[in-house]
């Protein structure tokens, strides 16, 4: 009898451990989530804070029939192509270069890591300093006699999306780095052993080896920028806040700014939109990748 009584209790050992991930996920996403999708079919706002009434798709139909919200939803999906993009061929190039051990190579490698660690507020203020119009590179660009180049890159319609594009990119290279060294170690080095005793060039190697068994690696690489740019906020926040008008307005930032108005009903509804936005594209992205992966 006591034997089969600690029998089951070893059978629910394993189910009373994920109790209290399942309770922190439950209160800090799941209530969050179906709250923001009962309140977006509500007029609630600042002025009925406590009595909010039911008011169905209108908060949708406002935001859709709204040209700064299209604007944004066109930007985020500028921005997250953009980068992913960037750090994903950055992050390639450095992997490829720092895959094999020489001296300096893991001071080098933590060089193009330090980014990701940064504060994006501390980058903030860094860039908006370079980047300001009398900051370093038009300083640099007048020095060389390309005085005729110099703007305010973060507070010029067409310069201020590509330079935050470019500075998030700056960030998160290196992350994607070490995501791809990962996968080049994984690979045995006897495929490249007998396409060399086969006569394979280089670039016959890249193609044929590398690049097919990293297929999982740019899984993971394109699936997390792709999303991420999806719900960026932070870095566009402090260096543009959205701006010059509404040339860098994402969804995130719309969002913040319905709800700094007290537009908390239609605020709730452009997250559920970007919500939604977001797990689509990343269920396509992610089965179409993975669908290509090759077993080693």
Known sequence: MFSKKKNNIKNHYPTWLTIPAILIYTVFFILPVIMSIVLSTTDWNITRLTEPSFSGIKNYAIILSNSIFTK?????????????????????????????????????????????????????????????????????????????????????????????????SWMWSGFCMFIFIAGLQAIPQSFYESAAID?????????????????????????????????????????????????????????????????????????VVLAIIVVIIAFIINRKLTNREVEI
């Not at 097919?212 to 993971?220: D, E, G, K, R």
């Not at 991420?228 to 932070?234: A, E, H, I, L, N």
């Not at 969002?255 to 452009?270: H, I, K, M, N, Q």
């Open 199 to 271: 006569g394979a060039s280089t670039w016959q190697k890249f193609r044929h080896i590398t690049l097919p068994l990293l297929v999982p690696s740019f899984t993971v690489v394109i699936t997390l920028n792709i999303t991420g740019g999806m719900k960026v906020f932070d870095i566009v926040y402090v260096l543009t806040n959205g701006g010059p008008g509404f040339d860098t307005q994402v969804l995130n930032t719309y969002t913040y700014r319905a709800f700094g108005l007290g537009l908390l009903g239609e605020a709730a509804a452009s997250a």
């Open 72 to 168: 944004s939803i066109l930007n985020t999906l500028i921005f997250a192509t953009a980068t992913t993009i960037l750090k994903t061929l950055f992050g390639l190039i450095l992997a490829l270069a720092l895959v094999k051990s020489f001296r300096g190579n893991n001071i080098l490698r933590t060089l193009y890591y330090l980014p990701c660690v940064l504060s994006i507020v501390v980058v903030g203020v860094l860039f908006t300093a370079i980047m300001d119009y009398d900051g370093m590179l038009n300083n640099i660009l007048r020095a060389v006699g390309l005085d005729f180049i110099a703007t305010n890159w973060l507070g010029k319609y067409g310069t201020a999306m590509a330079s935050v594009i470019s500075i998030e």
